[in-house]
């Protein structure tokens, strides 16, 4: 278990059976970003991460390399 899955954990526990739409997300992540600004980078990532499609050809690094790179 990676040090960072207790927080996906306590995620899933506590809101796990909710339905939330992709722009409340946003809106979330944009909280966060602006509380922690330290962190953009990281959730500028994660949110390319989840904006593209699981099945573009590229592969996982090329969109790693992509993500770093904007």
Do not use: I, Q
């Not at 699981?54 to 592969?59: A, I, K, R």
């Amino acid at each position: 278990m990676y040090f960072t899955d207790r927080g996906l954990e306590e995620l899933e526990e506590r809101r796990g059976d909710e339905r939330v739409n992709l722009t409340w997300l946003a809106d979330r992540m944009r909280a966060f970003v602006d509380a922690n600004p330290e962190f953009e980078d990281a959730v500028d990532r994660l949110a390319t991460f989840l904006a593209r499609d699981e099945g573009e050809e590229e592969s996982g690094e090329e969109k790693f390399s992509e993500a770093l790179e904007s």
